[in-house]
Every structure is written in C-alpha cells, then in structure tokens.
C-alpha cells in the first residue's frame, strides 16, 4: 500500500503542545486547568486512532517537513511499530490525567501548574517519538523528553528531590549522550542516511563487522532509557518524584521510549538479518537475561512499594528487548506486544501505590498488613496487575510472555526460556506477598484510622486493570501491529 500523506502525526503532537501551553494560561484558573489535560488526551487519542485502520492494513502516514542535511529529513511517519507505542501512550495519558487531578488535589501538592505543563509536554515528545520516521527526529523528541521530564522528578524540591533528578539528569542527558551521538554520526557517514528502512538501513552498507558492533552497542548503552544494566541506575532514583510521574516514567513514556528506541534499530537500523549475522542477537540476549534476573533479585529486597515496582520495571523491560533479539517472528511479536502488556499492568501498580499513599500515607510494604479491607477496589487492582506482571492468564501479560516462550523454543535457545520461567517465579515472589499481607494479615491496632478509597484515584486504577484484562482477552489490535512489522 502507498503511504498516506497526513498531517495528523504531527497534530497529534500538537495536541499536547496546546495543552501545555494553555495550562500555563490557566495558571489562575486552577478548575479550567485541570480540565485542558483529560480533553486534550482523548483528542490526542481520536488522531492517533483515526490513523489506526491505514497502518492495520499495512499501510503507513507520512508527514515530511524540511530538511536538515542531505539524507536527513525532519520528518514523520505512523508505521505499525510506531501505532503501537503511540496508542499507549495517548490511551494512558487519559486516565493518567483523571488519576493525577485526584491525587495533586488529594495532597495539596505544589507547583500544580508546572506538573500537568510538563506533563502534557513529556506526552508530546513520546508520541513525536513514536511518529519519528528517522533516527534524527526520533533523538530529538527522545531529549525533549529527558529534558521536560527533570522538573517532574524534582518537584518536591527537597534534597532527595534533587539527588534524584542530578542523577536522572546525569544518566539520560550525560552519561549516554556521547555514546547516542557517536552511533548518530557513525550511521550517517556510512549510510549517508538516517532513514528508519524496513529490513534495516545499514543492511546492505560496505562497513566491517567490528564498525558496525561498536555502532550497535553505542545505540544500545546511548538509549539509557531502556534501563538495560548498568545504564539502570537513574530509573529506580527517579521513585523520589510524585506517583503520578512514576506511573508516567515506567509505564507510559520514558522507558518504553526507550525500548522503543532499542527495537527502532534492530528492526529498521540495522535490520534482523544483519543483528544475526553479526552475533549481536545472542549477545544483546545474555546482557538483558542478565538484567531480569539480576533487577528481580533487588525487587525482592526492596520493602518501599515504589522501589519495589522500580525494579520490576528494569527487569520488565528487557523482556521486551529480548523478544526483539531472539530474532524468531514469535518472539519478536512477544516484545512488541509486551510494550502494551506492561504498560497497561505497571501504571495500575503505580496508581495503587499511590492511591495506599494518599489514604493512608503508607510506603513500605511492611505496613501494609490488612489494608486490603479498607482499600479493596485498590488491592484488588494491585492482584490483578500482579497476575498479568507473572503471566497468568486472561491478563495481557500472560499473551506477551506467551509468545516470547514459543519464540524461545522457535529460535532454539532455551536457556532463555528458562530466563523467563524463573523470572515469573521471581514476579510471584515480589508481587504476591503484598496482596496476601493486604487481604488476609492482621491490621495492627494503631492503624486502624479512617482509611477510605477516593473516587478520582481509585476510578483510573480500576479502569487500567480492566484494560490488562480485556487485552489479555482480545489482544487481536497489538497482534496485527505486531506482526506487520515482523513481517
């Protein structure tokens, strides 16, 4: 199918520039402002579902603006790997929205205005991400992130407010940037392009082996959003900021940025075929086995809930990554589709993290025992997030990792299949004690305060784990996305 020439990618972008700007407006109007971030989500939503039905049927929306260098365009286009972040991210940030109204309000938090702007902003850049047609369009919308998202994570403004952002800060703009800007330039003097291509841009390139390897990882370690190990560090420091923004940071926008990033270049930088010829497939595989193993431990040992979700997500994300490398069409389906598994599930867990917290002001998993009884909409919600984070099916995450076993045993490596059964052990073992702590501990006597549900957090909450469900039922949309781009 011939691509369709759009303006909608970048109005969908728009969409939440406009929010942004116009909460800065309503500074004075606190009830007007709050409502410009759940409208401009569900018409950022309607544009980027409207472009659905083009990529479902393998076509793409392409939207060129100028040029910068020769062979490097500003450019856009909604591919299907591109449909399936965006839809996320534009789907969430609807409840996203709802949920963060009730909890800033619910606390009195400060700086409101500054949070849903930048907010709003961080949305943005995901879904220019998302759209990006080349590698240069998608790194910047990939530092607009980085940058609108350090006032999130500082915004308590303490001291280990800033400890957390100076280390986010040094990770996602410092560390990995000279890496990022070496493999930039390295693909463009041996391509003399940065055009994402279908079956990879520097596939059929006159480069040695060595070269391109070294090109290879410095994108690997260069999207440190990913979190692959030890470029994970910024990700569990950044539980400093408000829930909200964590939800958005594990769950919706920074890491599956980048992940996305990752799977970006192996499927349309360097391209499955070269990715296997050079070994880098195997090797990728090992270093992110590492990390889900390795995150997982420290999950167990982490008894602040957010800290705990943190390395969940370490060790989440490199499943998707993973399922990338394996290089067999089902597990690469299985990566993909975990993008929308995990998102969905995560920002569930973070919202009941925050919802315990702003009833109760409790933190740490320890006590936690009987709160379940006070709060059964939200730990109901956490055990079924938890369900789909171990694979148990309807959930959503039992469908990715479903696929991702099968693609272990397609492409004939089983260690790793034994990866991921012992990491759903692991899952279990950090997951489940705080639902039975919640629901079947004893309720110590001096906490039996007044602790209720609050309708504006406990609303999205449930709505996300419903959604974890439905996709583990009619997981149908992800899969044809999926396997329009492994095909």
Not at 37 to 52: R, T
Not at 216 to 242: E, N
Not at 290 to 304: K, N, P, V
Request: overall charge neutral.
């Amino acid at each position: 199918m011939d691509p369709v020439t759009s303006i909608r990618p970048l109005l969908a972008i728009a969409v939440a520039g406009l929010a942004a700007l116009t909460i800065l407006l309503l500074h004075n109007r606190e009830k007007l402002r709050d409502l410009v971030s759940p409208v401009a989500a569900i018409v950022m939503f309607a544009i980027v579902a409207s472009m659905a039905p083009t990529v479902l049927s393998g076509g793409t929306v392409d939207l060129r603006l100028f040029e910068i260098l020769p062979g490097v365009d500003f450019a856009f286009r909604a591919d299907a790997l591109g449909m399936v972040f965006a839809t996320v991210s534009s789907l969430l940030w609807i409840v996203a929205a709802v949920y963060s109204i009730g909890y800033m309000r619910h606390l009195h938090e400060h700086a409101q205005t500054r949070f849903f702007a930048c907010f709003a902003t961080s949305l943005a850049a995901a879904v220019g991400g998302a759209f990006a047609a080349n590698l240069f369009t998608l790194v910047i919308f990939y530092e607009v992130l980085s940058l609108v998202t350090y006032p999130l994570v500082y915004h308590h403004e303490d001291e280990e407010g800033w400890s957390g952002s100076r280390k986010y800060l040094v990770y996602l703009m410092g560390a990995s940037k000279s890496a990022l800007l070496a493999a930039l330039a390295l693909t463009y003097q041996i391509a003399g392009s940065l055009d994402f291509v279908a079956g990879g841009l520097l596939a059929d390139v006159d480069a040695s082996a060595a070269l391109l390897t070294v090109v290879y990882f410095c994108y690997l370690f260069g999207f440190a959003k990913a979190a692959v190990m030890p470029m994970h560090a910024w990700l569990p420091a950044a539980m400093v900021a408000p829930t909200p923004v964590s939800a958005l940071l594990h769950a919706v926008a920074v890491v599956k940025m980048g992940v996305f990033c990752v799977l970006r270049v192996v499927f349309d930088v360097f391209g499955v075929g070269l990715v296997g010829k050079l070994g880098l497939g195997i090797a990728t595989a090992y270093l992110v086995s590492f990390t889900i193993l390795m995150a997982s431990i420290y999950a167990l040992t982490r008894d602040d809930l957010k800290a705990r979700l943190a390395y969940s997500t370490v060790s989440q994300l490199s499943y998707i990554v993973l399922g990338a490398v394996l290089l067999s069409p089902v597990a690469m389906i299985g990566g993909i589709i975990h993008i929308a598994a995990h998102a969905f599930s995560k920002i569930t867990l973070f919202f009941c993290a925050g919802s315990i917290y702003c009833a109760s002001g409790k933190r740490n998993i320890s006590d936690m025992a009987g709160i379940g009884r006070r709060l059964p909409w939200t730990m109901g919600a956490f055990f079924v997030a938890s369900l789909s984070m171990i694979g148990i099916p309807p959930t959503a995450g039992f469908v990715s990792k479903w696929y991702l076993a099968q693609g272990s045993v397609e492409a004939g490596q089983v260690a790793f299949l034994a990866v991921l059964l012992t990491s759903s052990i692991l899952n279990a073992a950090y997951f489940l004690p705080v639902s039975y702590a919640a629901f079947f501990e004893a309720e110590p006597e001096e906490s039996r305060a007044a602790v209720h549900e609050i309708p504006m957090v406990t609303i999205p909450l449930v709505a996300t784990a419903i959604l974890s469900v439905l996709m583990g039922i009619f997981p149908g949309y992800f899969l044809t996305l999926a396997d329009g781009v492994v095909r």
